[in-house]
């Protein structure tokens, strides 16, 4: 049977959002878990613009921009597509993308100029979906800042000119081809893939990922909320950045990091990898019907049981590890197509086998298989990794857990 969660639970949850509004830890916070068959939990507390009133609260209804969430949207486009026969795991991407035929691998990706060579392995499918294509993000002193996100997902950086021909540029900084961090296959970085991924949903359906989600997506499962595009809809209900300064204070939004092109007239290129604005229960409602969907009990699922049961299937090889947790301090984690996963229970939290992510700008979700709950988390401040939002989501996961039992009976899920 489903897990339920004790009414002291929901108290519990209740007044950890609401102490971390009253201490001004975060300005605006939104929460909710479920099973595959319905809603545990939701709770939000704050408000949408810091420090303003008028903006109204965080609710069921506030649009967050989920940032890299978006990967795993994308990397279901393109299994579906796999599932098509249009495309296969191990095509290599340079077919469908031919600014990718030439790609160059560094001999450190952290320099501050690029050495190279040419890369001797294709790029494939399946290397996107894991991480391990060599594609990267550029290091720090890349940037216009530390903090900053990369040029690619600069909108300034486009100069008017929102193309794809633009991102390619873009990530080449200069070089003859697309540089790597690794011959593809070899290693795990955390990088460009699904922005590819995005461009191969297009070119080969001739729809933008936009028109190929809704269709696909967004459309059948019932997330109206969910989009490519800050429709003045969609922005109406936007919950605004919120800004870390070093001192540990939060201060309004104004422009203290560049961010992506977010004037939907401007917006040539959607990126798959950080460019989706949603409300939480429509990402809650995509994450609970990839659960029904692994277990065969969809009713018209999006993706057939053996393909969603691959997002959740190691793919690489165990010694890679070592750099998923270099980079997100999670420790003992695997790649399965698209999600991040538990190699081993997380205690007193998720268990083994779940898989998760989050977004730039404050946005985590993880599913858990082995109980049977998805989980949704959002605010938004930036940095990226914020301390105060860390924190509380890892106070919150804890406390749902604990208050979950077992198919009806009173013993705590740990």
């Known amino acids: 049977m489903a897990p339920t969660l004790s009414v002291d639970a929901k108290a519990t949850l209740d007044g950890l959002l609401a102490d971390a509004i009253a201490e001004s830890r975060v300005p605006g916070v939104f929460f909710a878990a479920a099973t595959a068959e319905g809603e545990l939990y939701s709770g939000s507390a704050g408000l949408k613009s810091f420090q303003d009133p008028a903006a109204g609260a965080v609710d069921a209804d506030s649009v967050f921009w989920i940032c890299s969430m978006t990967k795993l949207v994308v990397t279901v486009a393109i299994i579906q597509l796999i599932e098509r026969g249009a495309i296969g795991y191990d095509t290599p991407v340079d077919t469908v993308i031919p ?117 696909q997506i967004f459309g059948p499962i019932g997330m109206p909320s969910t989009t490519f595009l800050l429709t003045e809809s969609a922005k109406k209900n936007l919950v605004k950045l919120a800004y870390r300064r070093k001192d540990g204070q939060v201060e309004k939004w104004s422009g203290q990091l560049r961010l992506i092109e977010q004037d939907p007239e401007k917006v040539g290129i959607m990126l798959g990898g950080i460019g989706i604005y949603s409300n939480l229960p429509d990402y809650l409602s995509f994450l ?55 190699n081993s229970d997380w205690a007193g939290k998720r268990r083994k086998g779940s898989g998760f992510w989050y977004g730039w700008a404050g946005t985590y979700y993880f599913m858990d298989p082995a109980t049977g709950i998805a989980v949704v988390y959002g605010t938004q401040v930036v940095p990226t990794t914020d301390v105060e939002v860390v924190a509380l989501w890892d106070r919150l996961e804890r406390a749902l857990y604990a208050g979950l039992t077992s198919g009806g009976t009173s013993s705590s899920i740990n």
């Open 288 to 342: 609970r019907h990839i659960l029904l969907a692994k277990d065969g009990r969809a009713s018209s699922p999006i993706l057939s049981a053996p393909s969603a049961s691959a997002l959740f299937a190691p793919s690489l090889p165990a010694h890679f590890s070592a750099q998923i947790e270099q980079f997100t301090q999670w420790p003992d984690c695997n790649f399965g197509y698209g999600l991040c996963l538990a």
């Open 99 to 215: 600014e990718l035929a030439n790609p160059l691998v560094v001999d450190d990706a952290l320099a501050r100029e690029y050495t190279y060579k040419p890369a001797q392995t294709k790029i494939l499918v399946r290397h996107l979906l894991n991480h391990s294509s060599g594609l990267h993000y550029y290091p720090a002193h890349w940037k216009a800042s530390p903090y900053d996100l990369g040029r690619a997902y600069n909108g300034v950086s486009y100069e008017g000119d929102h193309s794809p021909a633009k991102f390619f540029e873009l990530i080449r900084n200069g070089l003859p081809g697309v540089p790597l961090a690794f011959e593809p296959g070899t290693s795990w970085a955390y990088g460009w893939n699904c922005d590819i991924v995005a461009l191969i949903v297009e070119r080969l359906t001739h729809q933008t990922i936009e028109e190929y989600c809704k269709e």
